[in-house]
């Protein structure tokens, strides 16, 4: 009976810290009034599609004239592109074609790039719009008086692009002497670099005529769109084979764009 006090007043210690522990409670750290930080939620996109397989063949024979008159076997190793090298397909894929005709060659480039962001206060959509905002203002389209309003430029009459530098990759290096532009389409429309209306989540089209050495000239046609947390980028080219001949803009631009839906539909699904 002498050990019996002893006892008792261990198993009372061993059960007051267990009950006052709080080690199995979540909110045992929680103080009253302190804030609740939640993490920014994550972008839509996990993964990217595979590049050269993102465009289906019958688009790729209209936007790569020519091919279609080649051997099978020579077809085939147009249609399948070359993909971009890149160390982390999970980031960024591309990929590139190219056809040549008697009257002009012709370049198709893709490229996928996903947006991380690291910053748990900031969301991987919120970084996507920034590096997207980025490339809007190097093509020159990042608000201002220039600025387009459903897709026009506010104050511009219609007309056709100049072919001048306008920043953005295909653009014209600077000293590049002037080009002959492609002939007006209409002077209710207007071709040249502007926002894209119903496009993804944001999107612009840039349009630059260029001299290839000292004779070809070349039409380059940019398409950039952000949907979520990936950036597509689109260029489409065109030289010609005659000094005298200007690549059409409209019909560049038409094609352009409309792979360009064409593939911000596939990513939405």
């Given at each position: 009976m002498a050990y019996v006090p002893g006892v008792a007043l261990l198993a009372a210690l061993v059960a007051g810290c267990s009950a006052g522990s709080g080690a199995d409670d979540p909110a045992a750290d929680s103080k009253p009034g302190s804030p609740t930080v939640s993490a920014a939620p994550p972008g839509k996109y996990r993964t990217l599609p595979e590049s050269?397989?993102?465009?289906?063949?019958s688009t790729l024979k209209d936007l790569l004239p020519g091919a279609a008159d080649l051997p099978e076997e020579q077809q085939d190793k147009v249609y399948e592109?070359?993909?971009?090298?890149?160390?982390?397909?999970?980031r960024k894929v591309g990929c590139r074609w190219k056809s040549d005709a008697p009257d002009a060659s012709r370049n198709l480039s893709i490229d996928f790039e996903r947006v991380v962001s690291y910053d748990p206060a900031v969301s991987d959509d919120t970084r996507a719009q920034d590096v997207y905002t980025k490339k809007e203002s190097a093509a020159g389209l990042s608000g201002g008086p220039s600025s387009t309003v459903s897709g026009t430029p506010t104050g511009s009459p219609g007309g056709t692009p100049s072919g001048s530098p306008s920043g953005s990759p295909g653009g014209s290096a600077s000293g590049t002497p002037p080009t002959p532009s492609a002939p007006s389409t209409g002077s209710d429309e207007d071709l040249r670099p502007r926002l894209l209306d119903g496009l993804?989540?944001?999107?612009?089209?840039?349009d630059a005529l260029t001299r290839a050495g000292s004779t070809a000239q070349h039409r380059t046609v940019s398409v950039v769109f952000r949907t979520s947390n990936v950036i597509v980028t689109i260029e489409y080219t065109e030289q010609s084979a005659l000094v005298t001949e200007v690549p059409d803009s409209k019909e560049l631009q038409e094609k352009a764009q409309a792979l360009a839906r064409k593939l911000a539909e596939t990513l939405s699904e």
């Open positions: 050269c397989s993102a465009v289906p063949r592109g070359t993909a971009s090298v890149t160390f982390d397909t999970d993804a989540d944001a999107a612009f089209l840039d």
